[in-house]
């Protein structure tokens, strides 16, 4: 019913940017909650930052500063921009939505298929 997309992922140099983009689409009635997790090989999944739908953000205090959680309620797309990299970046990153479908009850956690971030020289 819901599909999320994430596009912007890459090789990047230390210290370069990336700007991550998913967007949601389907069967929506309102989106709430988006937030991007990153998960690194053997690692668990991990909450990198979060919005909701007036825009109040939070965000894992290792990114605090270099990372920029933003969304477009227009578009239902949420966006990850990312500076300073370094190689402790490198994960899979995820973008996830609450999501209230129409005709459904409440919203419900729809995950993107994931969008790999490799940080390298």
């Known amino acids: 019913q819901v599909q999320l997309v994430e596009s912007g992922g890459g090789l990047m140099q230390p210290g370069g940017s990336l700007r991550l983009s998913c967007a949601a689409s389907?069967?929506?009635?309102?989106?709430?909650?988006m937030a991007w997790y990153h998960q690194a090989p053997g690692k668990q999944r991990e909450l990198v930052a979060r919005?909701?739908?007036?825009?109040?953000?939070n965000d894992a205090g290792s990114v605090k500063g270099r990372f920029t959680i933003s969304r477009d309620n227009a578009k239902n797309t949420v966006y990850l921009q990312m500076h300073s990299l370094n190689p402790e970046a490198t994960a899979v990153y995820y973008c996830?939505?609450?999501?209230?479908?129409?005709?459904?009850?409440?919203?419900?956690?729809?995950w993107g298929q994931g969008t790999q971030v490799t940080v390298s020289s």
């Open positions: 389907g069967n929506i009635c309102n989106i709430y909650a």
């Open positions: 996830t939505a609450d999501v209230l479908v129409a005709g459904g009850c409440y919203p419900v956690p729809y």
């Open positions: 919005i909701t739908s007036s825009g109040s953000t």
